[in-house]
């Protein structure tokens, strides 16, 4: 909220902003800025009337407020305890989802050197078809 002394010192700034409108050549945007800096002060100046109904209006409700408050007298108010809000047990797996985020520990595997295993001399093709018609022997 913009309080008083802030409106006072934007009115000065325009009004000293205005001066230095009207010392730059004539033109329309000369008359459009000095229009500008009219209309501004005039807000400045309704800003602060506003402002001032505002604390009168606030003076006046205290004197109300005190005058009702000498002449009534207080009652008595009685205060309600605070109850504590009743938490349902939640089920294990969610309670400590909840709270507590389980921690993923990541560990490195240990590499071995892979031993190759030693290439053996080509068998000849004729044993391998042999095995598959050895096979098919079989399950007739």
Known sequence: MIGKTQIKQQEEAIKYLR???????DGDSKQAALDY???CLTAC??????LAKQEESKKADAKDTETTAETKPKKRTTRKKKTEP?????TAPEATAETKPK??????KKTEPVEEPATAPEAPAEPEVAQETDDFDDLL
Request: proline share 4%; aromatic share 0%; hydrophobic share 35%.
């Open 19 to 25: 001066e230095l409108v009207l010392q730059a050549e």
């Open 37 to 39: 800096c009219d209309g």
């Open 45 to 50: 100046k309704l800003g602060l009337e506003v």
């Open 86 to 90: 009743v938490e349902e047990p939640a």
């Open 103 to 108: 921690k993923r520990t990541t560990r490195k």
